[in-house]
């Protein structure tokens, strides 16, 4: 049991604290800068899937009126699936200042839409996002500048959570989300990315490929392009802005589907956790992606060693310690649903809330559950 019990531990340190470890030696030591060029204007569509977005669709098209980017150079999609809340209408009054709307009948889902409105787009770069991302004015000017280099397919932009911050899940959220744009950071100078951010990313037109919509649309495209030679890179300096969630149902319900749309991709494609066939991408893959998604099982094993240990009257400090991480998170649970800053107890709350959502995303793949549609984070909109 004493095995069982520290090889979990090790697992679940590995996945949260030595790969971030280990990429940012790497990146110290084999550093691969971009050739970004200010002056590369090429032409740009952006691709907005929407949904039934009345509650911010207008905000959102006000903000991409903002780009500071040549407007002659510039295409602004919004890819409507069958929206039934006036999404249209209000995209429609928008037309003569530039943007255009394209309505995809019956309702099929973001990918379905991704596939459908990529091929149509006329700019060299298609630039994909959410409805609820707001740019920074500069943000595609700083996307499109690393495309100057030839060896650059894929560009994610720096997503900054905004607001609830006091709140459990806003502010693990936004904790968490600082850690994946630092290992993005040096996986880009290292090498890639280990796939792209859907939330606001850009890709060369001529590079996509449609994909299975019951699949993860930005974690393929963006490893397809690489599996065509071509560098997934992150620019922190492209920025965009999102309000945090501030339900705990909406950050489950994301993160459960992420976990298993992701894995089901893999399975399909399993080359890219082949090292002899993807490189360092696929134990990056391995790393920052799947053993991150087993520490729910990690934790059930080193539970159930502890407290055999424990039983035993050894190891009795570290199953109190584990005792006081659940107690502090079902705190953080019960702030969180009264409405009320969480304080400290924010962090173990939110860890509990992506284990249990992981686990779920696992059970939901081996049972075969496909979400081509999905219902999306109301919190996160108003």
């Not at 809340?85 to 995809?104: A, C, F, N, P, Q």
């Not at 199953?319 to 800053?341: E, F, N, V, W």
Request: charged residues 20%; positive net charge.
């Amino acid at each position: 049991m004493e095995v069982l019990l520290w090889a979990s531990l090790c697992l679940i340190l590995y996945g949260y604290l030595g790969y971030p470890i280990l990429i940012s030696i790497i990146y110290k030591i084999s550093s691969h800068p971009i050739k970004k060029d200010p002056a590369f204007l090429p032409t740009v569509s952006v691709i907005i899937p929407a949904h039934n977005e009345v509650k911010i669709i207008e905000k959102k098209l006000n903000n991409a009126l903002e780009i500071d980017y040549p407007k002659d150079r510039l295409e602004i999609i919004v890819a409507s699936d069958a929206s039934t809340d006036g999404t249209d209408e209000i995209v429609k009054g928008y037309e003569d200042r530039g943007i255009s709307i394209i309505r995809l009948e019956p309702r099929g889902g973001k990918n379905r839409a991704v596939n459908a409105v990529v091929p149509q787009a006329k700019g060299e770069i298609a630039v994909l996002c959410d409805a609820n991302i707001m740019f920074d004015p500069l943000a595609i000017r700083n996307l499109v500048r690393n495309f100057a280099d030839p060896v650059v397919g894929c560009v994610c932009g720096r997503k900054i959570y905004q607001d609830n911050e006091a709140m459990a899940t806003g502010k693990g959220e936004g904790l968490y989300w600082r850690l994946e744009e630092y290992l993005k950071r040096c996986e880009s100078a290292a090498g890639s990315v280990t796939g792209a951010d859907g939330s606001m990313y850009a890709i060369r037109r001529e590079l996509f490929v449609p994909f299975d919509i019951a699949l993860m649309d930005d974690f393929l495209i963006s490893l397809n392009i690489f599996q065509k030679g071509y560098r997934i890179v992150s620019e922190p300096e492209a920025r965009a802005f999102e309000k945090a969630t501030t339900l705990a149902s909406d950050e489950f319900r994301r993160k459960n589907r992420i976990v298993a749309t992701t894995i089901r991709s893999l399975t399909r494609y399993p080359h890219f956790l082949n090292p002899f066939r993807s490189g360092r991408m696929a134990w990056q893959i391995w790393s920052h992606k799947i053993c991150r998604w087993l520490v729910p099982f990690f934790l059930f094993t080193s539970a159930v060693a502890l407290v055999s240990l424990a039983i035993q009257g050894r190891y009795v400090w570290m199953a109190t310690a584990a005792a006081l991480l659940l107690l502090a998170g079902g705190i953080g649970g019960l702030l969180q649903r009264a409405g009320k800053p969480s304080g400290g107890f924010s962090l173990p709350f939110y860890f509990l809330l992506v284990n249990a959502a992981a686990m779920v995303g696992w059970v939901k793949y081996l049972v075969g559950k496909v979400e081509t549609t999905w219902k999306k984070p109301e919190s996160s909109r108003v």
